[in-house]
């Protein structure tokens, strides 16, 4: 079955530590991949995006994402995280091939960070 | 460039009333979405529109809800006879078909049913 899976759920880092969210997709083409950050009672903002070439990948706020075709997977990475980063993240896949324009989205990672 | 916009951003409600929820796109964006989000759980996919026609409605999509988007530019959600699962955040988005894929949401619309 189609589906997005970000295995972690909560994650806490201090500020200034690296981070990495993972995101793992199953389709049976390449879908158009997608990293949304949410903060508490707010909509999605888009961080970063990838369609097609070069599979690093980079964002705002300082975020960067690596596709990996062999892994099915688009990781969003940031190398020193501030307090402001804490939220929730969600990946999101569009899979064009299937002909319909709507995303599928993981279950979301929260993000504490630690002072 | 004024973003999605979403009214109410609250709702109360007694189970068994009617609510209705309003999304202004992106002026441009033909595309219209609506996804919905409960507690711990990523947006889930309800319904689609290009200009005024609904082109996709997902499964979640039960007869108590309807949404329409009359002159291809707001759209209205209306939720008939409220249920307490149907608590949730709803999300609004838009998209051209320039920037087709890329979606921009709205700030959304909490509603609780007690």
């Known amino acids: 079955a189609q589906s997005v899976t970000q295995p972690d759920i909560h994650i806490t880092v201090s500020e200034g530590a690296s981070l990495e969210l993972r995101c793992n997709y199953s389709y049976g083409a390449t879908p158009y991949l997608f990293w949304y950050v949410q903060s508490p009672g707010q909509g999605l903002q888009l961080l970063l995006k990838?369609?097609?070439?070069?599979?690093l990948v980079q964002g705002i706020k300082g975020f960067e994402a690596e596709f990996k075709r062999s892994q099915s997977s688009f990781n969003l990475r940031k190398p020193s995280v501030h307090w402001s980063d804490a939220a929730e993240y969600f990946c999101?896949?569009?899979?064009?091939?299937?002909?319909?324009?709507?995303?599928?989205f993981g279950t979301g990672t929260r993000l504490k960070v630690l002072a | 460039d004024t973003g999605v916009s979403q009214d109410p951003r609250h709702k109360i409600t007694k189970r068994g009333q009617n609510v209705t929820f309003r999304c202004d796109p992106i002026?441009?964006?033909?595309?219209l979405y609506w996804y919905r989000q409960t507690l711990g759980q990523g947006p889930e996919f309800l319904t689609y529109f290009q200009n005024e026609a609904q082109l996709e409605k997902s499964r979640l999509l039960s007869d108590r809800f309807s949404a329409e988007r009359p002159k291809g530019s707001f759209s209205t959600l209306e939720i008939q006879r409220t249920e307490q699962g149907d608590s949730a955040m709803y999300l609004c988005?838009?998209?051209?078909?320039?920037?087709?894929?890329?979606?921009?949401f709205g700030p959304g619309t909490r509603l609780t049913v007690t």
């Open positions: 002026s441009e964006h033909n595309r």
């Open positions: 999101a896949v569009e899979p064009w091939a299937s002909g319909t324009y709507k995303y599928i």
């Open positions: 988005a838009s998209s051209n078909e320039q920037e087709t894929y890329e979606q921009y």
């Open positions: 990838y369609f097609s070439g070069d599979t």
